[in-house]
Every structure is written in structure tokens, then in C-alpha cells.
């Protein structure tokens, strides 16, 4: 099985979703691109989360605010019909691997970062 990884570290506004395994978006109507959302930074305007298939970056996503950051594990593959998320392309401006998942995932594995 295959897995794809997000950091989020301890001053993120989603970090007490993630202590849940919950992802959320910053904003789940937003209307940002996913090349707005890569390269302009507007994640807080952003339907999407930032994920890796590279653990290492995701885990210096997690500890770049210091101690407390969270570090999250999914499963990749499509989502089930019942699912309110879906996987999206990333243009990957920044060379981390990135995929983006676009709405709430409620199914992360909470992992030490």
C-alpha cells in the first residue's frame, strides 16, 4: 500500500482537526486555483491540503513551528462514492511531491512527527 503524507505544524489553524485525524481546508468553498493555492500561497482562501508522497517533508512541515506539529498519513487511491473529497493535481512549483486533496477527510492516521 502506497500513502501519501501531510505536515501541520503547532501554530496551524486546522492543528486541533488533525490531532482527530480530520483534515480541513482553509476555506471548503473557496474558489482558489490549485496553481493559486501551490504558488501564490492563498491557502487560507484554499478548498485544498498540501500532500506528499515524500514523509520527510511532510515531517519538516510538521516540526517547523517547533514542538507540536502533527503529522498525518492517508491511504492513496480514489475515494469511496460516499466521500466528500477527491485528489487533485498539483503543479509542484516547490519539488515536494505534492497531491492535493480537495475537502474534509475524516480518515487520517495520526503519526509522530
Known sequence: MEFLYRGVHAGHPARASALNGVVVPGDINGTVSPMEHNIEDQSELSPYTSWTSNIDVARGFANSAGPGGVLLRVSTGSPGS???????????????????????????????P
Open 82 to 112: 460516499r466521500d466528500a473529497w477527491s485528489w487533485e493535481y498539483s503543479p509542484d512549483e516547490w519539488g515536494e511531491d505534492e497531491m492535493l486533496l480537495r475537502g474534509v477527510r475524516i480518515d487520517a492516521e495520526v503519526m509522530e
